[in-house]
């Protein structure tokens, strides 16, 4: 099972500094720090279970129990609870996406279905057991896009953008996003399998103030020319948005008009 968030060693914990690129930039990246063949064993057993059914779908905590360590690591913990709540729930659906060579990449999507929350209601945690490189077809965030709401049908037929970001990453990463942030992967044209799990997390209760280690103040004091997203123009918009999440994520009266 998965142990209740709230045991958790503050040290886990985000700073101010990590909190604030979540705001603005959507997404965190954490290295586990288990053995390599604690990933290889994940990857073999995510083999054996696509051998024998398919894709498990929903199933695959189940089918693979060992990735329950993954989401009980207290530096995947810790995040977590920062950026949702100490009572933040794992969501029923899971999903294993695996890309054979040749494997064809895909469009640029948000996972929702148009229904954004400004407020950071819902994370995902993609999980990836073996090393990336970015011929095997990594998944491209793009940051800042969370907080756009642009129809899928618009979306397909986006291309490159300058601030994507390749998860060419390390066995062992897992990266934590906002849900609403953009997404793509590339094509596979290397001769290897590329594992992914993706878990969503939700916060349960309204936050009443920092659940991070935060310091005295609720200025989150961010200048848009230094803001890693893709748009300048709409790092100009989004300051008092971001400002106003920041006052919330505080549990501190807000506008309240986004």
């Keep these: 099972m998965i142990d209740a968030p709230e045991q958790i060693d503050q040290k886990y914990l985000l700073d101010d500094d990590a ?17 390599p063949e604690f990933h290889e064993s994940v990857c ?9 059914r398919g894709n498990p779908g929903d199933d695959i905590l189940d089918e693979v129990p060992d990735l329950y360590n993954v ?15 100490a009572d933040y729930a794992m969501n029923s659906h899971r999903h294993c996406h695996y890309t054979s060579p040749g494997g064809q990449g895909g469009h640029w999507h948000q996972d929702s279905v148009n229904v954004r929350h400004h407020q950071i209601r819902t994370l995902l945690g993609l999980y990836y057991p073996q090393d990336v490189t970015e011929d095997m077809g990594p998944t491209v965030i793009l940051p800042g896009t969370q907080y756009h709401n642009t129809p899928s049908a618009l979306m397909s037929s986006y291309m490159n953008f300058k601030n994507q970001i390749p998860l060419s990453v390390k066995a062992g990463t897992v990266a934590i996003t906002h849900y609403d942030i953009w997404h793509s992967w590339m094509p596979n044209v290397s001769d290897k399998n590329r594992r992914m799990l993706k878990f969503l997390f939700s916060r349960t209760s309204e936050p009443t103030g920092p659940s991070w280690n935060a310091e005295p103040y609720a200025n989150i004091g961010v200048n848009p020319r230094s803001a890693e997203v893709d748009d300048m123009t709409n790092a100009y918009k989004h300051r008092l ?10 549990g501190l009266p807000t506008e309240d008009s986004w």
């Design 44 to 52: 073999q057993q995510i083999d054996a279970v696509f051998e024998r």
């Design 19 to 35: 909190m604030k690129r979540f705001v603005t930039q959507g997404y965190h990246i954490v290295e586990l720090d288990f053995p």
């Design 241 to 250: 948005m971001w400002a106003d999440i920041w006052r919330w994520l505080h």
């Design 71 to 85: 989401w009980n690591h207290p530096i995947v913990k810790g995040a977590l609870v920062s950026i949702l709540g």
